[in-house]
């Protein structure tokens, strides 16, 4: 599946802040659930709302990861409002 090119850089942008030893391995996490996203939703190309999707729901699990997220989301301007279900414990 490819990306746009707006995604691909909203995905280099959300990874930014994991360390850069774990990157790869956080990206193939949150990767394989962003094509379950684009999937899902019958997209042949990955658009933004599947990588804010894709990131939200791979990287939820804990509560400080979600606190942690939603501070990064939110001081970057995301409304997260219509993303609050997808914050809740796993």
Do not use: C, N, W
Request: charged residues 35%; proline residues 3%; without cysteine.
């Amino acid at each position: 599946m490819e990306y746009t090119k707006q995604s691909k850089e909203l995905l280099d942008e959300l990874l930014s802040p994991i360390p850069f030893m774990v990157r790869p391995m956080a990206k193939k996490m949150i990767e394989k659930q962003i094509f379950a996203e684009a999937q899902k939703a019958g997209h042949s190309t990955v658009d933004d709302e599947d990588v804010l999707r894709g990131y939200i729901i791979a990287g939820a699990k804990k509560e400080a990861d979600r606190d942690r997220m939603k501070k990064f989301l939110t001081d970057k301007g995301y409304d997260l409002a219509q993303y609050e279900e997808l914050f809740v414990e796993a």
